[in-house]
């Protein structure tokens, strides 16, 4: 139990008037200072009993949508053989706090409280841990008690509704002809060094004999549909506002792929590299990677971390951002887009691939769903 700013000051006050009225001999002085004090005391025994109930509380869901509901589910139970007096629970979400009146309980009662939880942020958002307070009429005295856990409320990019394009890989016929008996398939994506658990006859014995090294194959299925989102993250090239649109657009696409289960690459220009198989997993492991992305000042190549993955290619960065290298990536994909965020609506053109230029993410996305393959 503690005095609040208010209780001090006429605390402080009472006494200044008692000392004042005590040597100058004003009987007003002395009737206020008392009015004071026993306010103030009269405070303290209001909340110097401890708010005594057991609390729970739940966030659902516990991934949500920039921008959309969460609810925070709260259940206060009386455990003790006393009526408990109303007092205030407050939570915490991220940089917003949240209060919840409760009221009074008898013996052995609960009662349920629902309140929303703000979500205007995208990221990790943290809840609680749980305030509860009891105050005095006058607000002069609290009793507080910290109760409960940290919960982690995800905010995913806001998603718009947009088409899951397919397209596999363009067809190479460098390891010969394709052999559908064969479990997997027969177009190489790349090499990478052996590791436990790799198939024998993945082995590239050429590619081992000259490294010194176990050498795999790494092969995708060429009919399988597939997408690869490329977000710019560079602080340069998109402004704080522009990069959440940025992040909007690149989850619609990449959630759109994976609920189709079509395969989703998610890359950045900070080295982000996040590859699924698609499905209703995968969908959240991208949304949560999305999440999570901030944007880098390191200046870099936007396109460097991209090499042959097939299937559709999308970009998604700002209208002045330097993409010529766009154009010699034609050959690898199905289909190229960019998808630049500029406030006019307007972008220039790049050979080889689909310009859709808007002035948000639901623009982009949807001239994205307008586009006939």
Same mark, same amino acid.
């Given at each position: ?9 006429v ?27 026993v306010?103030v ?11 005594d ?32 007096r ?12 949240r209060t ?9 009662s ?50 718009y ?28 994506r ?5 590791q436990p ?40 090239? *998109?402004?704080p506002?522009?990069?959440?649109? $940025?992040?909007? @657009?690149?989850? /619609?696409? +990449? &959630? !759109? ?12 220009s ?36 991209v090499?042959?993955?097939g299937?559709? *290619? ?6 002045? $951002?330097?993409? @010529?290298?766009? /154009?010699? +990536? &034609? !050959? ?13 609506g ?5 050979p ?10 639901a ?11």
């Open positions: 139990m503690r005095l609040t700013v208010r209780g001090t000051t605390l402080v006050v009472s006494l200044g008037l008692g000392a004042a009225g005590f040597w100058g001999r004003y009987p007003l002085f002395l009737m206020l200072a008392a009015a004071g004090l306010a005391v009269a405070a303290v025994l209001v909340t110097l009993r401890r708010v109930v057991e609390v729970t509380r739940d966030v659902y869901p516990d991934r949500v949508e920039r921008g959309s509901q969460a609810l925070g589910k709260l259940k206060v139970r009386n455990t003790s053989a006393k009526w408990q109303g007092f205030l629970a407050v939570d915490t979400a991220g940089g917003f706090h919840v009146r409760v009221h009074g309980l008898a013996p052995g609960s009662r349920p409280y629902d309140y929303q939880l703000p979500t205007p942020v995208r990221g990790r958002m943290p809840v609680g841990p749980l305030t509860l307070s009891r105050t005095d009429a006058f607000g002069m005295a609290r009793n507080s008690l910290t109760v409960g856990d940290t919960v982690t409320l995800w905010v995913h990019p806001r998603s509704p947009a088409l899951a394009r397919t397209g596999g890989f363009p067809r190479h016929h460098h390891e010969g002809r394709s052999n559908e008996r064969l479990r997997g398939s027969l177009d190489l790349e090499l990478r060094e052996y658990g790799d198939e024998m006859r993945e082995i590239h014995w050429k590619a081992t004999a000259r490294t010194g090294r176990l050498m795999v194959k790494e092969s995708a299925d060429p009919d399988q549909p597939r997408l690869t989102v490329v977000l710019d993250t560079r602080a340069s090239a *998109l402004p506002f522009a990069f959440e649109e $940025a992040v909007d @657009a690149a989850a /619609s696409l +990449l &959630r !759109s792929a994976a609920l189709a289960g079509h395969h989703a690459r998610l890359l950045t900070c080295g982000t590299d996040v590859a699924t198989a698609g499905g209703p997993l995968a969908a959240r492991q991208l949304l949560d990677q999305l999440c999570l992305t901030r944007q880098s000042t390191e200046a870099g190549t936007l396109l460097s971390a090499r042959h993955q299937g559709f *290619l999308a970009v998604v960065t700002s209208g002045t $951002a330097d993409v @010529a290298e766009l /154009s010699g +990536l &034609r !050959s690898r994909y199905s289909s190229i887009f960019l998808l630049a965020l500029t406030p006019d307007g972008a220039a053109h790049v080889g691939a689909r310009v859709l230029a808007a002035a948000d993410a623009g982009v996305v949807g001239l994205w769903n307008e586009v006939r393959t």
